[in-house]
Protein backbone atom coordinates (compact mmCIF):
# COMPACT_ATOMS: atom_id res chain seq x y z
CA UNK A 1 0.00 0.00 0.00
CA UNK A 2 1.42 3.48 -0.89
CA UNK A 3 1.41 6.11 1.84
CA UNK A 4 -0.09 9.80 0.95
CA UNK A 5 2.10 11.99 0.91
CA UNK A 6 0.28 14.75 1.88
CA UNK A 7 -0.34 12.52 5.13
CA UNK A 8 3.14 11.22 6.05
CA UNK A 9 2.77 11.41 9.74
CA UNK A 10 3.32 8.18 11.61
CA UNK A 11 0.34 8.15 13.18
CA UNK A 12 -1.54 7.83 10.01
CA UNK A 13 0.49 4.86 8.66
CA UNK A 14 -0.36 3.35 12.10
CA UNK A 15 -4.20 4.15 11.82
CA UNK A 16 -4.04 2.62 8.36
CA UNK A 17 -2.62 -0.68 9.24
CA UNK A 18 -5.06 -1.00 12.05
CA UNK A 19 -7.74 -0.68 9.89
CA UNK A 20 -6.19 -3.12 7.66
CA UNK A 21 -6.35 -5.57 10.37
CA UNK A 22 -10.19 -5.36 11.28
CA UNK A 23 -10.41 -5.39 7.39
CA UNK A 24 -8.81 -8.90 7.61
CA UNK A 25 -11.05 -9.72 10.96
CA UNK A 26 -14.33 -8.54 9.20
CA UNK A 27 -14.85 -12.39 8.94
CA UNK A 28 -14.58 -13.22 12.42
CA UNK A 29 -16.60 -10.51 13.84
CA UNK A 30 -19.51 -10.96 11.51
CA UNK A 31 -18.94 -14.46 12.53
CA UNK A 32 -19.25 -13.18 16.77
CA UNK A 33 -22.69 -11.20 15.57
CA UNK A 34 -24.12 -14.10 13.99
CA UNK A 35 -23.14 -16.55 17.10
CA UNK A 36 -24.56 -13.74 19.22
CA UNK A 37 -27.67 -13.30 17.46
CA UNK A 38 -28.52 -16.80 17.49
CA UNK A 39 -28.87 -17.01 21.21
CA UNK A 40 -32.05 -15.16 21.15
CA UNK A 41 -32.05 -12.63 24.22
CA UNK A 42 -35.61 -11.54 25.39
CA UNK A 43 -35.58 -9.14 28.60
CA UNK A 44 -38.40 -11.14 30.36
CA UNK A 45 -36.58 -14.48 30.00
CA UNK A 46 -34.24 -15.52 32.62
CA UNK A 47 -33.05 -18.79 31.34
CA UNK A 48 -32.53 -17.23 27.71
CA UNK A 49 -30.69 -14.08 28.72
CA UNK A 50 -28.32 -16.48 31.34
CA UNK A 51 -27.27 -18.66 28.22
CA UNK A 52 -26.09 -15.57 26.59
CA UNK A 53 -24.33 -14.11 29.34
CA UNK A 54 -22.66 -17.51 29.75
CA UNK A 55 -21.31 -17.23 26.48
CA UNK A 56 -19.96 -13.89 27.08
CA UNK A 57 -18.54 -14.67 29.85
CA UNK A 58 -16.46 -17.23 28.56
CA UNK A 59 -15.42 -15.63 25.59
CA UNK A 60 -14.22 -12.37 27.59
CA UNK A 61 -12.49 -14.99 30.20
CA UNK A 62 -10.20 -16.20 26.96
CA UNK A 63 -9.55 -12.69 26.05
CA UNK A 64 -8.00 -12.72 29.83
CA UNK A 65 -10.77 -10.66 31.63
CA UNK A 66 -12.18 -11.12 35.39
CA UNK A 67 -16.12 -12.02 34.72
CA UNK A 68 -18.80 -12.11 37.70
CA UNK A 69 -22.19 -12.03 37.57
CA UNK A 70 -24.56 -9.99 39.42
CA UNK A 71 -27.02 -12.10 40.23
CA UNK A 72 -30.40 -11.18 39.46
CA UNK A 73 -34.07 -13.26 40.44
CA UNK A 74 -36.32 -11.52 37.73
CA UNK A 75 -34.22 -11.12 34.72
CA UNK A 76 -31.05 -12.06 33.85
CA UNK A 77 -27.76 -11.56 35.51
CA UNK A 78 -25.66 -8.42 34.48
CA UNK A 79 -22.36 -9.47 33.78
CA UNK A 80 -19.17 -7.51 34.68
CA UNK A 81 -15.79 -8.29 33.13
CA UNK A 82 -12.58 -6.53 34.74
CA UNK A 83 -9.58 -6.52 32.28
CA UNK A 84 -6.07 -5.26 33.81
CA UNK A 85 -4.04 -2.99 32.42
CA UNK A 86 -0.48 -2.17 31.70
CA UNK A 87 -0.77 1.47 32.98
CA UNK A 88 -2.66 1.79 36.78
CA UNK A 89 -5.55 4.77 36.87
CA UNK A 90 -9.26 4.30 36.28
CA UNK A 91 -10.72 1.98 33.78
CA UNK A 92 -12.80 2.68 30.16
CA UNK A 93 -16.14 1.20 31.37
CA UNK A 94 -17.53 -0.48 27.64
CA UNK A 95 -21.81 -0.44 28.70
CA UNK A 96 -24.12 -2.47 26.71
CA UNK A 97 -27.07 -4.81 27.01
CA UNK A 98 -27.48 -8.11 26.47
CA UNK A 99 -31.21 -8.44 26.40
CA UNK A 100 -33.48 -7.83 23.06
CA UNK A 101 -37.20 -6.49 22.41
CA UNK A 102 -37.41 -9.80 20.51
CA UNK A 103 -39.68 -12.87 21.58
CA UNK A 104 -38.61 -16.26 22.37
CA UNK A 105 -38.71 -17.96 18.72
CA UNK A 106 -38.93 -14.82 16.43
CA UNK A 107 -35.05 -16.46 14.87
CA UNK A 108 -37.86 -18.62 12.87
CA UNK A 109 -39.48 -16.21 11.64
CA UNK A 110 -36.60 -13.60 11.29
CA UNK A 111 -33.29 -15.66 10.44
CA UNK A 112 -29.71 -14.31 11.16
CA UNK A 113 -28.80 -13.88 7.23
CA UNK A 114 -25.86 -12.85 6.08
CA UNK A 115 -26.87 -10.86 2.08
CA UNK A 116 -24.05 -8.87 0.79
CA UNK A 117 -22.89 -5.99 3.16
CA UNK A 118 -26.01 -6.94 5.38
CA UNK A 119 -26.32 -9.26 8.41
CA UNK A 120 -30.38 -9.39 9.93
CA UNK A 121 -31.45 -11.03 12.75
CA UNK A 122 -33.20 -9.84 15.72
CA UNK A 123 -30.75 -7.61 18.05
CA UNK A 124 -28.21 -8.00 15.54
CA UNK A 125 -28.16 -3.81 15.87
CA UNK A 126 -29.76 -3.06 18.92
CA UNK A 127 -26.71 -4.26 20.23
CA UNK A 128 -25.20 -7.80 19.68
CA UNK A 129 -23.24 -6.08 16.98
CA UNK A 130 -21.95 -3.73 19.89
CA UNK A 131 -20.84 -6.59 21.94
CA UNK A 132 -18.99 -7.98 19.21
CA UNK A 133 -17.18 -4.74 18.57
CA UNK A 134 -15.84 -4.79 22.51
CA UNK A 135 -14.44 -8.26 21.84
CA UNK A 136 -13.15 -7.92 18.77
CA UNK A 137 -11.10 -4.41 19.92
CA UNK A 138 -10.00 -6.31 23.14
CA UNK A 139 -8.82 -9.06 21.13
CA UNK A 140 -6.73 -6.62 18.98
CA UNK A 141 -5.13 -4.69 21.49
CA UNK A 142 -4.22 -8.02 23.68
CA UNK A 143 -2.07 -8.90 20.47
CA UNK A 144 -0.90 -5.43 20.11
CA UNK A 145 0.40 -4.67 23.57
CA UNK A 146 1.62 -8.22 24.80
CA UNK A 147 -1.15 -9.82 25.75
CA UNK A 148 -2.18 -7.14 28.28
CA UNK A 149 -4.86 -4.40 27.34
CA UNK A 150 -2.87 -0.98 27.48
CA UNK A 151 -4.98 0.55 30.34
CA UNK A 152 -7.67 -1.53 32.80
CA UNK A 153 -10.58 -2.10 31.06
CA UNK A 154 -14.59 -2.86 32.79
CA UNK A 155 -17.14 -4.34 30.37
CA UNK A 156 -20.67 -4.25 32.13
CA UNK A 157 -23.24 -6.03 30.15
CA UNK A 158 -26.74 -5.79 31.43
CA UNK A 159 -30.12 -8.04 31.12
CA UNK A 160 -32.67 -5.07 31.66
CA UNK A 161 -31.64 -2.27 29.29
CA UNK A 162 -35.25 -2.68 27.11
CA UNK A 163 -37.13 -2.36 29.76
CA UNK A 164 -36.14 0.53 31.75
CA UNK A 165 -32.90 -0.54 33.73
CA UNK A 166 -34.35 -0.85 36.95
CA UNK A 167 -32.04 -3.69 38.37
CA UNK A 168 -29.03 -2.51 36.94
CA UNK A 169 -29.10 1.31 37.26
CA UNK A 170 -27.29 0.94 40.57
CA UNK A 171 -24.57 -0.81 39.01
CA UNK A 172 -24.15 0.90 35.97
CA UNK A 173 -23.41 3.58 38.32
CA UNK A 174 -21.51 2.28 40.67
CA UNK A 175 -19.31 1.01 37.95
CA UNK A 176 -19.57 4.46 35.98
CA UNK A 177 -18.05 6.73 39.72
CA UNK A 178 -14.95 4.58 39.33
CA UNK A 179 -14.47 4.88 35.70
CA UNK A 180 -12.30 7.28 33.77
CA UNK A 181 -14.81 7.41 31.01
CA UNK A 182 -18.05 5.56 29.63
CA UNK A 183 -18.15 4.19 26.12
CA UNK A 184 -21.27 3.20 25.00
CA UNK A 185 -21.93 0.55 21.95
CA UNK A 186 -25.62 0.69 21.31
CA UNK A 187 -26.10 1.07 17.84
CA UNK A 188 -24.88 4.73 15.88
CA UNK A 189 -27.56 6.89 14.42
CA UNK A 190 -28.39 7.19 10.42
CA UNK A 191 -26.92 6.05 7.61
CA UNK A 192 -23.51 7.72 8.57
CA UNK A 193 -23.01 5.86 11.90
CA UNK A 194 -23.07 9.32 13.50
CA UNK A 195 -22.29 8.73 17.96
CA UNK A 196 -24.41 10.08 19.94
CA UNK A 197 -23.50 13.04 22.16
CA UNK A 198 -26.70 14.22 23.42
CA UNK A 199 -29.73 11.97 24.78
CA UNK A 200 -33.72 13.08 25.86
CA UNK A 201 -34.40 12.11 29.38
CA UNK A 202 -37.65 9.71 29.38
CA UNK A 203 -40.46 9.76 31.96
CA UNK A 204 -43.51 8.36 32.00
CA UNK A 205 -46.78 9.08 33.56
CA UNK A 206 -49.93 7.50 34.23
CA UNK A 207 -52.71 10.09 34.57
CA UNK A 208 -56.18 8.59 36.32
CA UNK A 209 -59.15 10.18 36.47
CA UNK A 210 -61.94 8.96 38.88
CA UNK A 211 -65.69 10.18 38.28
CA UNK A 212 -68.95 8.86 38.86
CA UNK A 213 -70.89 5.96 37.10
CA UNK A 214 -74.26 6.14 36.20
CA UNK A 215 -77.25 5.11 33.59
CA UNK A 216 -76.68 7.49 30.82
CA UNK A 217 -80.06 6.85 29.97
CA UNK A 218 -82.37 7.21 32.95
CA UNK A 219 -79.95 8.97 34.91
CA UNK A 220 -77.46 11.35 32.96
CA UNK A 221 -77.19 14.09 35.09
CA UNK A 222 -75.90 11.71 38.06
CA UNK A 223 -73.21 10.88 36.32
CA UNK A 224 -69.43 12.77 36.35
CA UNK A 225 -67.57 11.39 33.30
CA UNK A 226 -64.20 10.60 33.77
CA UNK A 227 -63.61 9.90 29.92
CA UNK A 228 -64.78 13.60 29.16
CA UNK A 229 -62.36 15.04 32.12
CA UNK A 230 -59.64 12.74 30.89
CA UNK A 231 -59.89 13.89 27.27
CA UNK A 232 -59.78 17.77 28.41
CA UNK A 233 -56.81 17.27 30.52
CA UNK A 234 -54.83 15.13 27.70
CA UNK A 235 -55.18 18.02 25.43
CA UNK A 236 -54.01 20.21 28.23
CA UNK A 237 -51.35 18.73 28.88
CA UNK A 238 -50.35 18.47 25.22
CA UNK A 239 -49.32 22.43 25.63
CA UNK A 240 -46.27 21.71 27.19
CA UNK A 241 -44.86 19.94 24.35
CA UNK A 242 -42.30 22.63 23.36
CA UNK A 243 -40.35 21.19 20.15
CA UNK A 244 -37.90 24.29 20.26
CA UNK A 245 -37.11 23.21 23.58
CA UNK A 246 -37.08 19.50 23.18
CA UNK A 247 -39.98 18.96 25.33
CA UNK A 248 -42.23 16.42 24.09
CA UNK A 249 -45.62 14.85 25.44
CA UNK A 250 -47.08 11.70 24.01
CA UNK A 251 -50.89 10.15 25.70
CA UNK A 252 -49.50 6.59 23.85
CA UNK A 253 -52.39 4.97 25.47
CA UNK A 254 -55.65 5.50 26.68
CA UNK A 255 -58.39 3.45 28.39
CA UNK A 256 -61.70 3.85 30.21
CA UNK A 257 -65.32 2.89 30.32
CA UNK A 258 -67.09 0.08 30.34
CA UNK A 259 -69.91 0.35 27.95
CA UNK A 260 -71.70 2.62 25.83
CA UNK A 261 -74.72 3.23 27.88
CA UNK A 262 -72.86 3.64 31.24
CA UNK A 263 -71.17 6.79 32.39
CA UNK A 264 -67.77 5.99 32.70
CA UNK A 265 -66.83 6.45 36.07
CA UNK A 266 -62.95 5.67 35.49
CA UNK A 267 -60.81 6.56 32.55
CA UNK A 268 -56.59 6.97 32.64
CA UNK A 269 -53.73 7.51 30.10
CA UNK A 270 -50.22 6.55 30.08
CA UNK A 271 -47.92 10.01 29.15
CA UNK A 272 -44.84 9.36 27.78
CA UNK A 273 -41.96 12.88 28.43
CA UNK A 274 -39.12 13.53 27.03
CA UNK A 275 -36.70 16.60 27.69
CA UNK A 276 -33.67 17.78 26.03
CA UNK A 277 -32.65 19.61 29.96
CA UNK A 278 -32.75 18.47 33.03
CA UNK A 279 -34.10 21.55 34.23
CA UNK A 280 -37.23 21.14 31.98
CA UNK A 281 -37.68 17.70 33.41
CA UNK A 282 -38.49 19.25 36.59
CA UNK A 283 -40.99 21.72 35.31
CA UNK A 284 -42.74 19.30 33.63
CA UNK A 285 -42.77 16.83 36.66
CA UNK A 286 -44.32 19.75 38.55
CA UNK A 287 -46.89 20.85 35.85
CA UNK A 288 -48.27 17.21 35.83
CA UNK A 289 -48.20 16.89 39.03
CA UNK A 290 -50.49 20.18 39.81
CA UNK A 291 -52.76 19.54 37.34
CA UNK A 292 -56.61 20.39 38.88
CA UNK A 293 -60.01 18.83 37.57
CA UNK A 294 -61.91 20.50 35.19
CA UNK A 295 -64.86 19.07 36.56
CA UNK A 296 -64.79 19.30 40.15
CA UNK A 297 -66.78 16.24 40.64
CA UNK A 298 -63.94 14.28 39.38
CA UNK A 299 -60.70 13.38 41.05
CA UNK A 300 -57.20 13.03 39.43
CA UNK A 301 -54.52 10.80 40.59
CA UNK A 302 -50.57 11.20 38.74
CA UNK A 303 -48.21 8.16 39.40
CA UNK A 304 -45.09 8.11 37.61
CA UNK A 305 -41.79 10.36 37.13
CA UNK A 306 -38.52 10.74 34.80
CA UNK A 307 -37.13 7.33 34.43
CA UNK A 308 -33.37 8.37 32.97
CA UNK A 309 -31.98 11.92 32.83
CA UNK A 310 -31.54 13.69 29.51
CA UNK A 311 -27.81 13.09 28.61
CA UNK A 312 -26.83 16.66 27.78
CA UNK A 313 -24.02 17.41 25.62
CA UNK A 314 -21.66 18.95 28.37
CA UNK A 315 -18.18 19.68 27.90
CA UNK A 316 -16.89 16.82 29.00
CA UNK A 317 -18.97 14.98 26.23
CA UNK A 318 -17.54 17.44 23.73
CA UNK A 319 -14.39 16.74 24.83
CA UNK A 320 -14.79 13.45 23.96
CA UNK A 321 -16.36 13.54 20.75
CA UNK A 322 -13.15 15.04 19.83
CA UNK A 323 -10.67 12.66 20.19
CA UNK A 324 -13.14 10.17 18.53
CA UNK A 325 -13.26 12.28 15.45
CA UNK A 326 -9.64 12.63 15.83
CA UNK A 327 -9.27 9.16 15.55
CA UNK A 328 -11.82 8.53 13.15
CA UNK A 329 -9.85 11.22 10.95
CA UNK A 330 -6.76 9.22 11.50
CA UNK A 331 -9.09 6.09 10.16
CA UNK A 332 -9.88 8.47 6.70
CA UNK A 333 -13.24 9.27 7.94
CA UNK A 334 -15.41 12.17 9.22
CA UNK A 335 -17.43 11.21 12.12
CA UNK A 336 -20.67 12.88 13.05
CA UNK A 337 -22.43 13.39 16.10
CA UNK A 338 -26.02 13.45 17.03
CA UNK A 339 -28.67 14.28 19.18
CA UNK A 340 -31.42 11.55 19.55
CA UNK A 341 -34.88 11.59 21.47
CA UNK A 342 -34.48 7.77 22.82
CA UNK A 343 -32.59 6.93 26.04
CA UNK A 344 -30.23 5.01 26.91
CA UNK A 345 -27.91 3.58 30.07
CA UNK A 346 -25.35 6.22 29.05
CA UNK A 347 -27.99 8.55 30.25
CA UNK A 348 -27.47 7.18 33.78
CA UNK A 349 -23.48 7.42 33.26
CA UNK A 350 -23.48 10.97 31.81
CA UNK A 351 -25.99 12.26 34.07
CA UNK A 352 -23.23 11.84 37.15
CA UNK A 353 -21.11 13.98 35.14
CA UNK A 354 -18.62 11.16 34.07
CA UNK A 355 -17.78 11.74 30.62
CA UNK A 356 -19.85 9.47 27.72
CA UNK A 357 -19.84 9.01 24.19
CA UNK A 358 -22.93 6.57 22.95
CA UNK A 359 -24.02 5.15 20.07
CA UNK A 360 -20.67 3.56 19.03
CA UNK A 361 -21.95 0.42 18.11
CA UNK A 362 -22.98 -0.99 14.43
CA UNK A 363 -24.32 0.91 11.82
CA UNK A 364 -27.73 -0.45 10.33
CA UNK A 365 -30.96 -0.10 10.30
CA UNK A 366 -34.40 -1.05 11.72
CA UNK A 367 -33.29 -1.41 15.97
CA UNK A 368 -36.69 -3.00 17.28
CA UNK A 369 -37.98 -4.15 14.00
CA UNK A 370 -38.54 -7.12 11.38
CA UNK A 371 -35.71 -5.61 9.18
CA UNK A 372 -33.14 -4.71 12.08
CA UNK A 373 -29.56 -5.30 10.34
CA UNK A 374 -26.30 -3.85 10.12
CA UNK A 375 -23.51 -3.20 7.58
CA UNK A 376 -20.66 -5.72 7.68
CA UNK A 377 -18.37 -3.04 5.49
CA UNK A 378 -18.49 -0.98 8.33
CA UNK A 379 -17.51 -3.56 10.91
CA UNK A 380 -13.77 -2.95 10.30
CA UNK A 381 -13.15 1.05 11.12
CA UNK A 382 -15.92 0.68 13.78
CA UNK A 383 -13.96 -1.79 15.95
CA UNK A 384 -10.45 0.38 15.00
CA UNK A 385 -12.25 3.60 16.44
CA UNK A 386 -13.20 1.57 19.41
CA UNK A 387 -9.58 0.38 20.35
CA UNK A 388 -8.39 4.05 19.54
CA UNK A 389 -10.68 5.65 21.89
CA UNK A 390 -9.77 2.77 24.71
CA UNK A 391 -6.10 3.35 23.88
CA UNK A 392 -6.45 7.24 24.33
CA UNK A 393 -9.22 8.53 26.26
ZN1 LIG B 1 -30.06 -0.84 22.96
Known sequence: MTRNPQEPDSRTAESASRLRYFEE????????????????????????VDRLG?????RFEALGGHAKFHRIPDFGDHLQVDFPGKSAGKPVLLLGHLDTVYPMGTLASMPCQVSGQKLSGPGSFDMKSGIALMLHAIEALRARHGDELPRPVTVLLVSDEEVGSDSSRHITENLARKSHAVLVLEPSYGPKGAVKTARKGVGEY???VTGKAAHSGLDFEKGESAIVELARQVIAVSKLVDLKRGITLNAGTIQGGTRSNVIPAEASAVLDVRVARMKDAAVVDRRLRSLKPFNRKCKLQITGGVNRPPMERTPKVAALFTKASEIARQLGWKLEEAAVGGGSDGNFTAGLGIPTL????????????????????????????????IETV
Do not use: F, M, W, Y
Open 25 to 48: HKQQITETIRQLVEVESPSDNKPA
Open 54 to 58: ELLAG
Open 206 to 208: ILK
Open 358 to 389: DGLGGVGDGAHASHECILISELPRRTALLAGL
